[in-house]
């Protein structure tokens, strides 16, 4: 699965757009199916390696606001070993 199809890629606002926002438009999830991790993605532009520096709010190990790395989250194994992230199949917008 990729975890940052091309229409998403095309309607995600840029690192900083809603910096100012005091309710930011979540525009996908991701999550891991074992390692109990989710990130809620706002921003996010490309690196000049080709992969994706994102912001949005983690729930993790703490429930905050950052940057993540789209081939960090690819790269994530909880308990069971399960490959990677998974995207949520639900539309953008609002959680």
Do not use: C, N
Request: proline share 8%; charged share 20%.
């Amino acid at each position: 699965m990729d975890l940052l199809p091309p229409e998403l890629k095309k309607i995600l606002p840029p690192l900083y757009s809603q910096k100012s926002s005091s309710a930011p438009i979540v525009h996908g999830k991701l999550f891991t199916p074992d390692a109990r991790w989710t990130w809620f993605i706002t921003e996010g532009s490309e690196e000049e390696d080709g992969d994706w520096l994102l912001f949005g709010y983690v729930i993790g190990l703490e429930k905050e606001w950052g940057y993540f790395l789209l081939s960090e989250i690819a790269s994530v194994r909880g308990p069971a070993r399960v490959s990677g992230g998974a995207r949520s199949l639900v539309s953008a917008g609002p959680y």
